[in-house]
């Protein structure tokens, strides 16, 4: 951190994404953005067939984390709080892969436990979004979705689940345009899964969706049709549950080529948007949730508010 200059930075190295926040503390004790950026690194890519994290995503991880240390550097901040979830999790060579970072960029990575990220994310999450209300978070991942019930600030229920934007591609969607069978099937699994998420019955239905990371930010995106991001008018977009279901049918009804020329998609996230929006929508079907609310503050504003102790 770099405390003498005032400005904070963290890296989540997450799945499908690589992200940096630097940002600076207002006098009102709140995160203020400075420089946000998000790489596609893919470091999970393979990982559900191999169990291991290949050198060519450790490759283009590593590259990326050097040029976000070069671009801490040039503000003054020399110490950057860095994690890793799902995909760092369960690799075989997880370990091997978190020395190796250390080794070639002097980096050292906490590898979060899921309750861990779960609980960072939804303080960070629901900061000026929702506050003092029921909380019913979701966190669309490359490899996992967490699911964390809060009430005001007090976490009562979390959950993890193996159903991600980039696993469940590689397992379900292989034909393109995509395959209505494996659609379905595809379907079927991320239902299964969240069953088993039996949260506080009462409590969920007075809750306030709300939802962060990669996925669900980029969804508001194509609802907003943005040309560029635009964090000012992604945090705080809302969503209906209609409106989900008739983006995924749109993205699904699409090839491959044509989502990559979809107004607020980034080409190298239009191979998994299709997975991500089935799982967002499954989670506003099977918890009955009306509308979702867009946060696009994740798990690197709670790395930087947990160093604080805010």
């Given at each position: 951190m770099g405390k003498d200059t005032g400005k904070f930075a963290a890296i989540d190295i997450g799945t499908n994404s690589t992200l940096?926040?630097?940002?600076?503390?207002?006098?009102?004790?709140?995160?203020?953005?400075?420089?946000?950026?998000?790489?596609?690194?893919r470091l999970g890519k393979g990982l559900g067939k191999s169990g291991v994290i290949s050198r060519e995503a450790q490759d283009v991880n590593i590259a990326t984390l050097k040029q976000y240390q070069g671009i801490a550097r040039k503000e003054g901040i020399e110490k950057i709080v860095v994690s890793g979830t799902q995909a760092l999790r369960m690799a075989e060579n997880g370990r091997e892969v978190t020395r190796r970072i250390e080794t070639e960029t002097g980096l050292m990575v906490k590898v979060l436990s899921s309750d861990e990220e779960a609980r960072l994310s939804f303080k960070a999450a629901a900061t000026?979004?929702?506050?003092?209300?029921?909380?019913l978070l979701v966190d669309i991942g490359g490899g996992s979705t967490e699911l964390i019930l809060g009430a005001g600030q007090e976490i009562l229920k979390t959950g993890s689940f193996p159903v991600g934007a980039v696993n469940l591609t590689e397992k379900y969607l292989h034909k393109d345009p995509i395959d209505e069978k494996e659609f379905a099937a595809l379907l079927a699994y991320i239902h299964k899964e969240l069953q088993a998420f039996s949260p506080?019955?009462?409590?969920?239905?007075?809750?306030?969706?709300?939802?962060?990371?990669?996925?669900?930010?980029?969804?508001a995106e194509i609802d907003l049709k943005l040309e560029q991001y635009?964090?000012?008018?992604v945090h705080g977009h809302v969503m209906d549950q209609n409106r989900v279901k008739e983006l995924l049918d749109n993205l699904r009804n699409r090839s491959l080529e044509e989502r990559k020329k979809v107004t607020g998609l980034k080409a190298e996230r239009a191979d998994i948007i299709v997975a991500g929006a089935a799982i967002l929508h499954g989670v506003m079907e099977?918890?009955?949730?009306?509308?979702?609310?867009?946060?696009?503050?994740?798990?690197?504003?709670?790395?930087?508010?947990?160093?604080?102790?805010?």
């Open positions: 940096l926040l630097i940002a600076e503390l207002s006098p009102e004790s709140l995160l203020v953005p400075i420089t946000q950026k998000q790489t596609t690194t000026g979004l929702e506050e003092g209300k029921n909380i506080y019955e009462n409590q969920v239905k007075e809750c306030s969706l709300l939802g962060v990371a990669g996925t669900i930010t980029t969804l635009d964090a000012d008018q099977i918890f009955k949730q009306e509308q979702i609310t867009v946060s696009d503050r994740g798990l690197r504003y709670g790395l930087i508010m947990k160093e604080l102790g805010l």
